[in-house]
């Protein structure tokens, strides 16, 4: 867990006294979960798999309650990176993703743009969709879903996932 004092060097120059409250609401999180002994468990299983930090981890605890009660793609359609196909009759539409739940679709829209970068797995993952010559866009998505996937995984079983 990041100490408050080492998130205030970062938010120089901001107007308003705005650095301080979202140093106050990451202490407060941090609190919360550390006063929880089945979130700090849960949380460090999330903040052991690369590409997701304690507000990644936060978010989900706090928006997700059901992560890790559900399986694949109960889990991926509640978040909203499920693809559903536009069908009728004869004709084949586009595969698309919608709805969901906007603040965790967004909070996982970053981990899994660090996690492209720096997890080896999903770094590979991502790589391989793009030498397939998918989109950039399409490959983050697949990528924010097997994310989304090894999260609530990691959350369902005792391992520690690194």
């Given at each position: ?7 205030t ?15 106050r ?10 006063g ?31 992560l890790?009660?559900l ?26 993703i ?7 679709h ?10 492209a ?12 969709l ?33």
């Amino acid at each position: 867990m990041q100490p408050v004092s080492s998130l205030t060097g970062s938010c120089l120059g901001q107007k308003g006294g705005r650095c301080e409250r979202i140093a106050r609401i990451d202490l407060l999180m941090n609190e919360h979960i550390a006063g929880s002994q089945e979130l700090s468990a849960q949380a460090l299983k999330l903040t052991a798999i690369s590409g997701v930090g304690l507000r990644t981890a936060a978010l989900l605890l706090a928006q997700m309650p059901e992560l890790g009660q559900l399986n694949r793609r109960e889990v991926a359609a509640l978040v909203g990176v499920a693809p559903f196909n536009r069908d009728s009759g004869k004709l084949r539409g586009k595969r698309t993703i919608f709805g969901g739940r906007r603040h965790v679709h967004h909070g996982l829209y970053m981990a899994a743009l660090v996690a492209a970068r720096h997890n080896p797995i999903l770094r590979a993952f991502y790589q391989r969709l793009r030498a397939a010559g998918k989109p950039a866009k399409l490959a983050l998505t697949a990528t924010m879903r097997k994310l989304l996937i090894v999260l609530n995984s990691a959350v369902k079983s005792d391992p520690i996932y690194a």
